[in-house]
């Protein structure tokens, strides 16, 4: 059911549009907190270790009680609002643009549709456009999740008039040139490693076992997530430590801050000050989150263009026989 399917036919451009939104804003509301924890450890300079006094948080757990103890429950979802827009946005925009692309592909090219490689690209350049699309509401939420008490920004009005007004028009988009750079192979090994592990499911299961669909669409996308997370991961602390430039002040309780002139200063000072290791800070709970998310993310597409089929199937029949 994803990507573009000649033999189908069944979903069009619009449609999944409209189920990459619903899976978004369904699997955005389980990952939140992951999502949350995750730029912490990003954003924070000393080492992830209980050995190092000046070190906020050490691990997931450690990070889970403090966050709940410091700030409330309600902590693991700040920044829910932007979280959701850009879910919701960047799902659409995504899937619409990946059945777009391999429906072209079928039609102008030799290429097969379904081929891992086709995904691939498609998937890449699919998530770019989504990705340009919904960079400032990225950055928006990435300031919301790296506050601490008391807020800079108690809503999200508020914080899109400060930052305009104080930082200008282009801060929307920090932290967009290590985005685009990570995620086009990031989706493109999302979107064929699913392909993958979907064809390699329908060579194992034998045809009279291939019950549970949707729990293999759950499996095969938590599988795809952790692949491409994994080969993908220091470009997302890259953009993480970018996008908070400028908002040094309300990084003061979690430890040291450090500025950036651009992406290429950003490395040599993680490389500089915190060795390889700091490339992969947060790895843990990205990870996590990358199999509970994408796997969410493709279960909840599959299912919502199941749904869109069986409405339509169900109307031309109705229609029919009217």
Same mark, same amino acid.
């Given at each position: 059911m994803v990507g573009y399917d000649p033999e189908a036919k069944c979903v069009s451009s619009v449609e999944a549009a409209v189920a990459g939104s619903?899976?978004?804003?369904?699997s955005r509301v389980f990952v939140s907190p992951l999502d949350v924890i995750k730029i912490r450890f990003q954003l924070q300079i000393e080492q992830l270790s209980s050995r190092n006094p000046g070190a906020k948080y050490h691990g997931i757990l450690q990070a889970v009680q403090r966050?709940?103890?410091e700030e409330g429950l309600i902590a693991f979802w700040k920044g829910h609002v932007p979280a959701q827009l850009l879910s919701v946005g960047y799902g659409a925009v995504q899937?619409?643009?990946?059945?777009?692309?391999?429906?072209?592909?079928?039609?102008v090219t030799t290429y097969n549709a379904r081929d891992s490689f086709v995904h691939f690209v498609c998937g890449g350049l699919a998530a770019c456009t989504a990705t340009v699309a919904v960079q400032p509401v990225d950055t928006l939420r990435t300031r919301f999740a790296a506050q601490g008490e008391p807020k800079i920004y108690p809503n999200l009005r508020h914080a899109v008039v400060t /930052? *305009?007004?104080?930082?200008?028009?282009?801060?929307?988009?920090r932290g967009l040139t290590p985005t685009i750079i990570a995620i086009f192979p990031y989706a493109g090994l999302q979107f064929s490693s699913y392909n993958i592990l979907q064809q390699f499911s329908e060579w194992v299961i034998p045809a009279e076992e291939k019950k549970g669909g949707n729990v293999k669409n759950l499996v095969c996308g938590s599988c795809a997530g952790i692949i491409s997370k994994t080969l993908t991961y220091p470009f997302d602390l890259f953009k993480k430590r970018l996008q908070v430039g400028g908002f040094e002040r309300?990084?003061?309780?979690?430890?040291?801050?450090? /500025? *950036?002139?651009?992406?290429?200063?950003?490395?040599?000072?993680?490389?500089r000050e915190e060795g390889v290791g700091g490339f992969f800070k947060g790895l843990s709970p990205s990870l996590l989150k990358a199999a509970v998310s994408t796997g969410l993310v493709f279960f909840w597409y599959e299912l919502f263009c199941s749904l869109l089929c069986a409405l339509k199937n169900t109307d031309s029949t109705t229609r029919t026989e009217g």
């Open positions: 619903a899976s978004g804003l369904v966050i709940s103890q899937f619409m643009a990946f059945e777009s692309l391999t429906k072209l592909v079928h039609n /930052m *305009y007004q104080t930082e200008g028009p282009r801060t929307f988009y309300a990084r003061a309780a979690f430890g040291q801050v450090r /500025m *950036y002139r651009g992406l290429l200063d950003c490395i040599r000072q993680i490389m």
